[in-house]
């Protein structure tokens, strides 16, 4: 079970609709093995409930019930994408992977760290697969911006705590750290960034312009 | 003058309403929901930003959906104003989607649960719970709505309706944003503490069932 969560907000922003983004998507991964947050999500979902309950009604037009009444009667357009991708990977990112972790064009120049864009990047957030070799450290970096992270298999740790599968970890600009896998296997990440992290120390500033 | 059994000015549930649909099948229990709740779902529509006919195309787009999964609505986990929140939610979404470039769908966010995945909602107990949990959920809610200070709940309300970040709504009131901030962490604050309090209630109803 997860031991690191979204914030409250945020889980009421996505029961609001309003993290039909990238963001959202990672929430709704997290909510699929956090029963804590899904129970959050569900009293949010009341909340919307209520605030329908207390609005005033907005006059109709008079056709509007047959109109409904004839789209009621038009059959149902099945999800195209229910049936789609592979069952281990969380339903929600299922169509937007290729397959399993092992079948994603992996890409990046070192064999430790390698990256994967997915394809639900937009204007604000930019979304990322990170694989961690088994063992292997990343270089000491900080963020520009937000950057929130959640791990798909494996795990790993950094000087604030040890992250597994299911965890939902929010980094800043004021956090530095240098993440670690740990030795036992790969750890796969799913990141989503609203500015590209930014590397600290000797290596970090000679990478930093390819990274960016 | 005769006094009826049952007094025949009640107004049915909305509850009572989906679960007609789900056993008549007929417009009639069609058309006596959509008197319930039409006006109210495009209200909720136009608040989140729609112009008077997308509005009125989510309203229908939320009731055929009403009538395609009737069968599945279980008042015993979402009473019926929340399951429609849900469905105006996710067409809101959809209608969005249509007009802008945007690749996430509402299926996506939250995908129909697979019965056979679901094996805990058959078990006697998990019903009990479930039950007890969502007479509280809504009572809860409504405490905590209506124990909110008018600054709070204005908030919490463009969160819902208006789709604004809350920088947005910082520039809007003209207020900072660490203000914004503040307010609505007070108001969850509230309602985790009611949540608190509501689970403590759900143990003891467990533990009474023993």
């Known amino acids: 079970m997860a031991n690191y969560h979204p914030a409250d907000e945020l889980l009421m922003q996505f029961a609001a609709g309003q993290l039909t983004n990238a963001l959202g998507v990672m929430v709704a991964c997290h909510l699929e093995s956090c029963p804590h947050c899904a129970h959050q999500v569900k009293l949010y979902n009341h909340l919307g409930g209520e605030l329908l309950a207390e609005q005033s009604e907005a006059p109709v037009s008079a056709a509007l019930l047959e109109q409904a009444w004839a789209k009621a009667q038009a059959p149902e357009t099945p999800n195209p994408f229910a049936n789609v991708g592979d069952a281990r990977v969380p339903r929600p990112l299922r169509r937007f992977v290729p397959g399993y972790y092992d079948d994603v064009p992996w890409g990046g120049f070192s064999k430790s760290i390698q990256q994967w864009d997915l394809p639900i990047s937009d204007s604000q957030y930019t979304a990322r697969f990170y694989k961690i070799a088994a063992g292997k450290e990343l270089p000491e970096h900080t963020h520009k911006g937000n950057e929130f992270t959640l791990v798909m298999t494996g795990s790993f740790s950094d000087k604030s705590g040890d992250y597994h599968a299911g965890d939902f970890i929010l980094a800043d600009e004021h956090t530095r750290h240098q993440p670690r896998a740990h030795m036992s296997e790969d750890c796969i990440c799913f990141a989503v960034m609203d500015a590209p992290l930014k590397l600290t120390g000797f290596f970090g500033r000679m990478l930093n312009p390819f990274l960016s | ?210």
């Open chain 2, 1 to 210: 003058m005769s006094t009826p059994l049952v007094s025949s000015t009640e107004q049915p549930s909305l509850n009572e309403l989906v679960l007609r649909i789900a056993e008549h099948q007929d417009k009639q229990s069609f058309a006596a929901l959509f008197h319930a709740c039409s006006g109210r779902l495009k209200a909720y529509a136009m608040r989140c930003g729609a112009n008077d006919h997308d509005a009125e195309e989510i309203v229908q787009e939320a009731l055929a959906t009403v009538w395609h999964k009737a069968h599945q609505f279980n008042p015993a986990t979402a009473s019926a104003i929340t399951w429609l929140y849900t469905i105006v939610r996710n067409k809101r979404i959809d209608f969005a989607r249509k007009t802008k470039n945007v690749q996430v769908m509402s299926d996506d966010l939250w995908p129909d649960s697979e019965p056979e995945n679901d094996l805990w909602q058959d078990s006697p107990n998990n019903d009990v719970s479930e039950h007890v949990e969502s007479d509280l959920n809504a009572q809860l809610v409504r405490t905590m709505i209506e124990a909110l200070p008018q600054e709070q709940r204005q908030i919490v309300y463009k969160v819902y309706f208006e789709g604004k970040s809350h920088s947005e709504i910082a520039e809007e009131l003209d207020l900072p944003l660490g203000t914004i901030k503040s307010r609505l962490r007070l108001a969850m604050k509230k309602l985790d503490a009611l949540a608190k309090e509501q689970m403590s209630w759900l143990i003891i109803i467990l533990l009474m069932n023993y």
